[in-house]
Structures are given as C-alpha cells and as structure tokens.
C-alpha cells in the first residue's frame, strides 16, 4: 500500500515532461502577420496570433524592414513562449555582399564575388549566433567558404570596382535571359497541354 502512495507522490512531484519541439520560422523584420505561413503554425501551437506578431515587429522595429531573421519560439503549457531571434542567414550576408539578388542558376556558374575582408566580416557577425557558439572563427570561415561556392559566390583577395561593376551588367543580361528562356518553355508547354 505504501508503493502506490509514494508513486503517486512521485507523480505529483515530478514536472510533465515537455515532449513539443521548438518551431523554427524566418521571418522578415517588422512583418510579422497572422497570414498563412506563420499563423497556422502559431495557431497549431496555441499561441496567440495578434500578441505574437506585436511582440516580433517591436523586438524587431531597429532592424531594416523585410530583413529575413531565423527565429526559435518555444512554448510553455501556460500558452506563453520563448522567442529567439538570430541573426540573418549566411546566404542573405553573402549575397549582400556581393551585391547580388539571386544566386546560381546552373552549375559552375559564379553569380557574384567577394573578398577575404567581406567574408572575415560576415563570420564575425554570424559568430555571435548561438547556434555558432562552439565554433571558432576560423570554422565559421570555413564553413561560410563552402556555403559562398553553394551560392555561386566566389571568393577573391581583391575586387576591382570597375571590373565588378561590368561583371554584375553581364550577370543581369544573363538572369534576364534565362527568365526569358523560362517563360517561353512555360508557354510551350501549355501550348502542347491545350
């Protein structure tokens, strides 16, 4: 008889272990709305919607609207919530800097360039994120280094601007060729479809 009140007593003692998972969402700074994507997933999770989205755009009110920020939110039993915001992702950095919108198109193809300065920048930046805590910053380097050739994105000890700014001109003839090359096959198909 003295087991099962002492279990009960453990029951009552021990927290609920908490077996939800963090959501993970990018969010652009200062927009934060109840519209699909983010509402139903905030809706799934018994958050309120409108205290939510107040609560990003103010944290976020300093940063440049439209900004992309990867954020973790977890939540409580009580509905409440821990948000994290991190930092912009790597990618956005380096297209940035580079001073691109798009990336690669097909393989092989460099889309943009930067220097050892813009990356040592970047890896700085991004360092501070905690998902970056254990990472030295020769690692976040490295490891920046295989996401930049991902991208497109070459990396050079010096730019010319007068070379790069010709480069990017050539870029933009490209993209909008390409687009054009994919809006006529589109067409084509929906011809043969018809």
Same mark, same amino acid.
């Given at each position: ?20 998972s963090k959501l993970r969402v990018t969010i652009p700074a200062g927009l934060a709305s109840s519209a699909p994507p983010l509402g139903s997933q905030l809706g799934q999770r018994n958050i309120n919607i409108a ?61 943009? /360039?930067?220097? &050892? *300065?813009?990356?040592? %920048? ?5 360092? +501070?994120?905690?998902?970056? @805590?254990?990472? #030295? ?27 790069? /700014?010709?480069? &990017? *001109?050539?870029?933009? %003839? ?5 687009? +054009?090359?994919?809006?006529? @096959?589109?067409? #084509? ?6």
């Amino acid at each position: 008889m003295s087991k099962s009140i002492g279990k009960r007593m453990l029951k009552k003692i021990t927290e609920k272990i908490d077996h939800s998972s963090k959501l993970r969402v990018t969010i652009p700074a200062g927009l934060a709305s109840s519209a699909p994507p983010l509402g139903s997933q905030l809706g799934q999770r018994n958050i309120n919607i409108a205290n939510f989205c107040k609560d990003f755009n103010q944290k976020t009110a300093n940063i440049k609207e439209g900004i992309p920020l990867p954020c973790r939110v977890k939540v409580r039993s009580d509905r409440t919530y821990d948000l994290v915001i991190h930092k912009p992702p790597v990618t956005y950095y380096l297209k940035q800097a580079a001073g691109i919108q798009k990336a690669k198109m097909k393989k092989g193809e460099v889309a943009g /360039k930067i220097t &050892l *300065k813009h990356l040592y %920048e970047i890896a700085k930046i991004k360092s +501070e994120d905690p998902t970056m @805590a254990l990472l #030295s910053l020769e690692q976040v380097c490295t490891m920046m280094v295989g996401i930049a050739r991902t991208c497109g994105i070459e990396i050079v000890r010096e730019l010319d601007p007068e070379e790069y /700014k010709e480069f &990017l *001109k050539k870029r933009e %003839e490209a993209i909008t060729q390409y687009r +054009e090359e994919l809006r006529l @096959a589109k067409e #084509s198909r929906m011809l043969r479809t018809n």
